[in-house]
């Protein structure tokens, strides 16, 4: 199985990038899938979750309006647009895929620990 993320790089505040995540080695249409973020010393965040069909998209409050999560199951591809982007998002970003919780509660998790799967990871830096 493999989640490879990537589309991230240095931008300044107020500027836009948008991240993918390219899937392989699972039914993608069977996962919900989401979007986390780390800085050092800080616990994993989670940014934003989508579900299987694509219908039912969730955020962090504070990127709500700025960042919006898609996916095209023909390409087994999630993004991450990321607009209006702030020094505070500087961040690793991860993405991570979901079967048993989003079967189970037909729902999408934010917590990381219910996640199966992890992508590598792709750095954005906002500068101010």
């Known amino acids: 199985v493999q989640l490879q993320a990537s589309g991230g790089g240095l931008v300044e505040a107020g500027g836009s990038l948008r991240l993918s995540c390219v899937v392989s080695?699972?039914?993608?249409?069977?996962?919900?899938m989401g979007w986390f973020r780390q800085t050092p010393g800080k616990d994993r965040e989670y940014v934003a979750g989508?579900?299987?069909?694509?219908?039912?998209?969730y955020y962090l409050d504070s990127v709500k309006g700025r960042f919006t999560i898609s996916r095209d199951n023909a390409k087994n591809t999630v993004y991450l647009q990321m607009n209006s982007l702030k020094s505070e998002d500087t961040a690793v970003y991860y993405c991570?895929?979901?079967?048993?919780?989003?079967?189970?509660?037909?729902?999408?998790?934010?917590?990381?620990?219910?996640?199966?799967?992890w992508g590598q990871g792709t750095q954005v830096t906002v500068s101010s």
């Open positions: 989508i579900s299987k069909n694509g219908k039912n998209a």
């Open positions: 080695g699972i039914t993608f249409t069977t996962y919900a």
């Open positions: 991570a895929a979901d079967r048993m919780y989003s079967s189970q509660y037909n729902d999408v998790p934010s917590r990381g620990s219910y996640y199966d799967y």
